[in-house]
Every structure is written in structure tokens, then in C-alpha cells.
């Protein structure tokens, strides 16, 4: 009669919540090594920092029904050919840059961060740079004075300026297009690039 | 500079530290809480809980300040940025929650074990070393707020990730105090006594504390960077903080309500195992869009859908225990603080975390207002209103366990801050629904997420008359917030009825 049925006793759901804890546990663990093989820079996702060497551009695939990074033919960043070491240093100069001036908490970096300015996952590839022959000159007097070359869109809503020097702008502008190459898994979606035709 | 310059300003500092003493004896001799009711525990706790609510007051004002520029771009431009704003709001907010935990703890610990904390001394300097750091943070966000591209910047400057900024230094002594709180509670354990509560609190800090550790390190690779930082900010707050608060909640069930320790301890085993087994790989709804493979959207999208579940059950268990206590308790306040927790966590994390939880959804509102809404109601709901109802268990005892409940004076302070509190935060959860709505439509659907569609977006007029919707609301909060420290410091002042007793006769 008095017996407690093992559903409500508490040894049975102490000894549940440790096997479930350290068994999921063990699972992320197992996923986490996976995952970060898969994403080591040079890998088939994310790409070598020797990619700002290269044109990028982010396309519908259609027998994957997802957007896609097109990594093709070479289209040199500030008209010079990186090696691996070099494409590393000034990729992490700007990933670095992007942290001291807190970037994140106005922008969104692969839509995370706050929500006060654009994404800027793909940012290289936006449109708003109006052409590629113009984007890198524009893009460098934007991030060193962004207040005179404001591009507010309509909304009075201007970066401030952040003292950026013009290598550390430099940095930046690479670790934007490196990170443009990066597969998102389709996200954004719809995203129409500076390279496609109206 | 000369001699008589340097006296007059040593003579205007004594005066300034004399008249600082007078309106500290003032209010003293007003809120008349007499500390011989509280155990030395005790003691170390509430100066955690005063900490706290300061720091309440600072993610509220550095809100509004981030509100504001919403809607006037040009307010404090360049001299408070929104992300020096937005940066302090989110900071505050983990730092006073946290420091929240640490009171709770510190206050049951006592109790719970069955004698007298074993550090005493080293938790009271740990509390100072913290409290020092915390200022010193942020007095550099506000005053130095970044600098170049450099290591330095991160050791000493911010990090500039969200929601653990901090700089490297301060990472290194906020786990020291950690680990000096750990000492504590687990030291204090041994020496008295064991129970299901104290092992499951020890768990659950081990790996707090061990997951904050994987948010130290830089990384050039975003992916990499991204994969860890999820790691403390999802395990924290849907996995590890979670518990934490089940352990509290279930301690002050047993004491408000007096629920059998057996029945509750059950009831902790059972949500520690749906919680952590629905949680852990949860995290997985971070690695959607991050750059991580393609298996995470169903790992991610199925075990994430089922987080609410525990999340139910805690409504469950809450309502069900204060229904079949016939609501007879002597902290009415406190007692209504739990059950908004109950239902703020289920709402805020369970409803509004599921709706958006699908890649197939998130693909549309990631990165929009719609992750803000939901912040906000799950921040709010799952463990500022925790945290309440502990200052109101904590007031009442210090006042001398008087009785607070229906027919005590000025219940209506309580009541309206409880009001104004939640209708503000639901309000501003509304406006920012809204405006994430019409994000995901415009700009991430219609647009494709360009910063043109950005802008379109946020030019739109249903998402401007969102943002001051919003501001109007997180100024009911506000109010609510004013209300709520007022109320604090009065409650129970005057009143001579002992809570136990009224009880008793009842
Ligand atoms: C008390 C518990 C919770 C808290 C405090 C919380 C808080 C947050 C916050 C602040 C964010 C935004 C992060 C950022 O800044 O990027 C977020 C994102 C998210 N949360 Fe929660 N959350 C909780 C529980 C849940 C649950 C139970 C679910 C699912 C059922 C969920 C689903 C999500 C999703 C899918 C995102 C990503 C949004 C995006 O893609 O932008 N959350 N959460
Ligand atoms: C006066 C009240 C408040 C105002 C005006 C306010 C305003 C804001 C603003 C402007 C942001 C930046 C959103 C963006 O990047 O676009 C923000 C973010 C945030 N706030 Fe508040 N807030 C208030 C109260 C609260 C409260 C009470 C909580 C929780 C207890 C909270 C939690 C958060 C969180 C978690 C975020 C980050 C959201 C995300 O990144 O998704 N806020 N708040
Ligand atoms: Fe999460």
C-alpha cells in the first residue's frame, strides 16, 4: 500500500538527472570536437584567410535550396596578393579592432550582437558600396570618419567615430570580406550582392 | 599649485565625507532595520542583495539612455554611443543578477547546513574585491570605452563581446571570487550538513563558474569565437542559471510554504534532468547561422523545441504547492514575486523562446527585434523576479520576521510595483514583438537583409512607433522600479505582529 512507485521516488530521478546531465554532456562534447574540425580556418565552411585574395560572392544553389559564399577567381584586396601568414595577421588586426571598438553592440557579426545598425555578416557584399571599383576606397574613408561620411539611409542614424587608424581599417575591411565567405548555411537569405546585375 | 589650493580642497573633501555621515545617520535612523535579526550569513547577503538592486537602478537608467536613441539618433552622440549604453544596460544586468545568486545562497547556506559559514571573513573580502572591480569596469566603459586594435585593449578596455565584455583582468579576479564562493558554500556543507539541495547547488557551480571560463580567450576565427561565447551565454542562462534558481525556489518553497523536503528535492531532481537533458544540446539553436555544419538544425531545432517542458512543470509545481497551502503564508509580496516568476520564465523563455527556437523560423528573425523581445521577457521573468522575492524574504527577516501580508499598511506599494514592473516589461516585450515582426518581414523576407532592407526596416513606421511605445513602457518599468525600492526600505516598518504567530492562529 505505503510502497512509492518508482515514477515518484526521489533516487530513481536523482540517478535520471545525473545519467541525462552527463550524457548529454557527453554528447556536446563529442559534437564540439566535430564541429570545430569542421571550422578551422582552411576548412570547406570557413575558408583560409588567403580567401581575401580571392572574389567572393554568395549565390542561390539550387540542388542545396540555400544561399551559398562563391569563392572564384582572384580579385585582390587593396591591389596586393596576401600570403597565408599575412592574410592572418590582417585578418585578426581587424577581428581584434572590431572588439576594442565594440562593434557588436550596435552591429550584428552573423547575426549576433545588438540590433542598433546593419549585419554585417555579408557586408563586403553589399550593395551599398555601389560598385567594386569604388568599395574599398569607400569602405576605408567610411570606418575612419563615419560621421562626414555618413550613409544613414534616411534614418539620421550615424556611426560614431572610433579613432580607427587607417591599418587598423585596413584589418577590418578584410576580416569582413573573409567573414563573407564563410557558409552560413543560407543565412541571410534572399541577399542580393554588389556583383549581381539588376 | 599651491599650499592653500591643496587645503581647501582637503577642507571641502572632510566636509563633503561630514555631510555624506549626516544623511547616512538620517536614513539610517529612518529605514530602522535592526541587524542583530540576521545571521552573520545573512549579513554577507544582503550586502550582495544592496549591491544588486544599485546595479538594478543602472541597467534601468542605461536602458532608457539606449531607448532614446532609437528614436533621436543624435542624443548624446559621440559622447555616450549607444553601444556604451547598450554595453553597461546588458553588463549590469548579468552582474546584478549574479550577485543576486550569490546573496541567495549566502542567505540559506546557514540554514541549510546546519551551522555557521566556514569563511566568513575571506566571502566579506571577496565581496569588496568584487564590488571594487565591478566600479572600476565600469568607470573605464564610461569614461575610456575603447581603444586600438591591440591585446591591451582587451586586458584592460572590454572585451567587446556581448554580455561578458568585462575586460581580461577583471575575467581572471571574477573567477578568484568564484572560487572563494565555492570554498564557501561547499566548506560550509561538509562541516554541517549534506542534503539533495546542497548537491545539486554544488554541481550547478562548477560548471557555472567553469563554463564562464570558456568565454576567456580571444580567437581570430569568428566561428570558433561565436561556438564558445554561446557556451557561457546559453548554458548560463538555459541550463546552469536555471538550476540555480530551482534551488532557490525550492528552498523558499520549503520555508514560505512549508513544502515536505522530500517532495521538493524530487521535484529539483526531476527539473534538473528535463532542464540539463532539454538544455545542453538546445545550444544547438546558436549554431544555426554561425558557420557550424548543417546537423545542428534539427540537433539544435528538436532538442531546443523541448526546453519549455520543465518550464511547464515549474508552473505546475509552483501554482499546485501554493494552491494546496491554501495560500497561507506570512510574505504575501515574496509569495507573489514566485508565482510571476513561474509564469514570467514560462512566457518569457518557454513561449517567446519556441516561437523563434525553429531554423526555419529563426532564419527570418535572427538578429532582429523579435531576439531583443524575447530577451527582455525571459531576462525579466525568469530571474529578476527570483531575485525580488528574495529582497522581500530578506527584508521581512531583518525587520524581525514580522508579519507582511493582506491586512498589513501601504500593500499598495507592493502591489503597484509588482503591477507597474511586469506591464512595463510586457510592454516593452510587446513592442519590440512587433518590430521584430515587421523586421523579419521587410527586411530579412522582402529585403534579403541587405543594409538598404536594414534601414527600410527601421525607417518603416510601425517599427518608429514601436521603439517609443517601448520607451513609454520601460518607463512604467521605471516607475515600477522606484515604487519597488521605496517599498523595500518601509515594508514592515511599525508593524509589531510577529509572522509566525499570525499564522499560528490562523
Ligand atoms: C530564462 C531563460 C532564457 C533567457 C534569459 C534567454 C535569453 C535570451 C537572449 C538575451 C537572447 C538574445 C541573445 C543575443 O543577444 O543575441 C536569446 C536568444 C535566443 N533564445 Fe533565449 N533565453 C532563454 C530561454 C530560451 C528558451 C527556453 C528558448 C527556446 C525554447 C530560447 C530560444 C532562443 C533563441 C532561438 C534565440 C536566438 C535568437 C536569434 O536567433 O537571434 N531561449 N535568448
Ligand atoms: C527601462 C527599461 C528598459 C529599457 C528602456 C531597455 C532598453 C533596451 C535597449 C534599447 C536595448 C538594446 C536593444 C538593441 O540592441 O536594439 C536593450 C537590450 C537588452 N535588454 Fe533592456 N531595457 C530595459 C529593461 C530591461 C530589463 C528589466 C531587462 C531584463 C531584466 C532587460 C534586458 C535586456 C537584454 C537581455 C538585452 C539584450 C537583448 C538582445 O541582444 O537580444 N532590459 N534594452
Ligand atoms: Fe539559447
Redesign the pocket.
Known amino acids: 500500500m505505503n510502497e512509492i512507485p518508482l515514477w515518484a521516488s526521489e533516487t530513481f530521478w536523482k540517478k535520471t538527472a545525473i545519467w541525462v546531465t552527463a550524457g548529454s554532456f557527453l554528447v556536446l562534447v563529442v559534437l564540439t570536437m566535430d564541429s570545430l574540425s569542421k571550422t578551422s580556418a582552411g576548412s570547406k565552411r570557413v575558408p583560409a584567410y588567403s580567401v581575401i585574395n580571392k572574389k567572393i560572392d554568395y549565390q542561390y544553389n539550387k540542388e542545396l535550396h540555400k544561399f551559398m559564399p562563391v569563392i572564384s577567381e582572384n580579385e585582390l584586396l587593396f591591389g596586393k596578393e596576401y600570403t597565408e601568414q599575412e592574410a592572418l595577421q590582417l585578418v585578426d588586426l581587424g577581428k581584434k579592432t572590431t572588439q576594442a571598438k565594440n562593434c557588436m553592440?550596435?552591429h550584428t557579426l552573423l547575426g549576433n550582437?545588438?540590433?542598433?545598425a546593419p549585419d554585417l555578416t555579408k557586408a563586403w557584399l553589399d550593395k551599398g558600396w555601389v560598385s567594386k571599383e569604388v568599395r574599398e576606397d569607400m569602405m576605408m574613408r567610411f570606418l575612419m570618419d563615419p560621421e562626414k561620411n555618413a550613409r544613414t539611409f534616411g534614418s539620421n542614424r550615424k556611426m560614431p567615430n572610433l579613432n580607427i587608424t587607417e591599418q587598423e581599417a585596413k584589418g577590418i575591411i578584410a576580416f569582413l570580406k573573409w567573414m563573407s565567405s564563410i557558409d552560413t548555411n543560407g543565412f541571410p537569405y534572399n541577399f542580393k550582392t554588389i556583383n549581381a546585375e539588376e | 599649485m599651491n599650499t592653500s589650493g591643496i587645503n581647501g580642497v582637503i577642507q571641502k573633501a572632510t566636509a563633503l565625507y561630514e555631510t555624506s555621515q549626516v544623511c547616512m545617520n538620517d536614513f539610517k535612523s529612518w529605514v530602522q532595520l535592526d541587524s542583530s535579526h540576521l545571521s552573520d550569513g545573512q549579513r554577507l547577503a544582503v550586502k550582495y542583495f544592496i549591491v544588486a538592486v544599485i546595479l538594478?537602478f543602472a541597467?534601468?537608467l542605461f536602458?532608457?539612455l539606449?531607448?532614446t536613441?532609437?528614436i533621436f539618433p543624435g542624443f548624446l552622440y559621440e559622447i555616450l554611443d549607444?553601444s556604451v549604453?547598450?554595453m553597461i544596460?546588458?553588463n549590469a544586468?548579468i552582474v546584478w543578477?549574479l550577485y543576486g545568486f550569490i546573496g541567495c545562497v549566502y542567505w540559506f547556506l546557514e540554514d541549510e547546513s546546519g551551522t555557521e559559514i566556514v569563511g566568513l571573513k575571506l566571502g566579506n573580502i571577496a565581496f569588496w574585491v568584487l564590488t571594487g572591480a565591478v566600479t572600476l569596469v565600469v568607470l573605464v566603459y564610461l569614461l575610456v570605452q575603447i581603444g586600438p586594435g591591440k591585446d591591451s585593449s582587451l586586458w584592460f578596455i572590454n572585451e567587446g563581446r556581448?554580455?561578458i565584455e568585462a575586460p581580461r583582468w577583471a575575467d581572471i579576479g571574477i573567477v578568484i571570487v568564484m572560487l572563494i564562493f565555492f570554498y564557501n558554500v561547499v566548506a560550509t556543507f561538509i562541516k554541517g550538513k549534506w542534503s539533495g539541495i546542497a548537491g545539486v547547488l554544488t554541481l550547478d557551480l562548477v560548471a557555472l563558474a567553469g563554463l564562464y571560463v570558456a568565454g576567456m580567450f580571444y580567437m581570430t576565427n569568428i566561428t570558433h569565437e561565436q561556438y564558445w561565447w554561446w557556451w557561457v551565454i546559453h548554458l548560463w542562462v538555459e541550463a546552469t542559471w536555471e538550476v540555480l534558481v530551482g534551488v532557490i525556489m525550492a528552498w523558499s518553497l520549503m520555508k514560505l510554504l512549508g513544502v515536505r523536503r522530500k517532495i521538493i528535492q524530487t521535484w529539483l531532481y526531476i527539473e534538473v534532468a528535463l532542464m540539463f537533458g532539454s538544455g545542453i544540446l538546445g545550444l544547438g539553436h546558436h549554431y544555426f547561422w554561425i558557420g557550424t555544419p548543417e546537423y545542428w538544425l534539427t540537433i539544435g531545432g528538436f532538442f531546443s523545441a523541448l526546453e519549455p517542458i520543465p518550464l511547464v512543470a515549474m508552473v505546475v509545481h509552483a501554482v499546485y504547492d501554493t494552491g494546496a497551502n491554501a495560500f497561507k503564508n506570512s510574505n504575501h509580496p515574496a509569495l507573489a514575486w514566485i508565482i510571476a516568476q513561474a509564469f514570467g520564465n514560462f512566457f518569457g523563455a518557454g513561449v517567446w523562446g519556441f516561437m523563434h527556437t525553429l531554423p526555419q523560423i529563426n532564419m527570418f528573425t535572427h538578429g532582429t527585434?523579435w531576439?531583443?523581445s524575447?530577451?527582455?521577457l525571459?531576462?525579466?521573468g525568469a530571474?529578476?523576479t527570483i531575485n525580488i522575492a528574495f529582497f522581500y524574504l530578506a527584508i521581512q527577516h531583518w525587520r524581525g520576521d514580522v508579519w507582511m501580508g493582506s491586512d498589513s499598511q501601504n500593500t499598495w506599494r507592493w502591489k503597484w510595483a509588482l503591477g507597474l514592473?511586469n506591464g512595463?516589461?510586457l510592454g516593452?516585450t510587446i513592442a519590440l514583438l512587433i518590430a521584430g515582426y515587421e523586421q523579419s518581414f521587410i527586411e530579412r523576407a522582402v529585403e534579403g537583409s541587405t543594409w538598404g532592407g536594414y534601414f527600410t526596416a527601421q525607417n518603416h513606421p510601425s517599427f518608429q512607433s514601436a521603439m517609443v511605445w517601448?520607451?513609454f513602457?520601460?518607463?512604467v518599468?521605471?516607475a515600477g522600479?522606484v515604487l519597488l525600492v521605496w517599498d523595500l526600505l518601509t515594508i514592515g516598518k511599525g508593524e509589531t505582529r510577529l509572522a509566525p504567530e499570525i499564522i499560528e492562529m490562523r
Do not use: K
Open positions: 553592440n550596435c550582437g545588438a540590433y542598433y | 538594478f541597467q534601468i536602458g532608457l539606449a531607448a536613441q532609437f549607444f549604453n547598450r544596460h546588458i544586468m543578477m556581448e554580455y527585434q531576439s531583443a524575447h530577451g527582455h525571459a531576462f525579466f530571474y529578476a514592473l512595463g516589461v516593452m517601448r520607451l513602457f520601460g518607463g518599468t521605471f522600479f
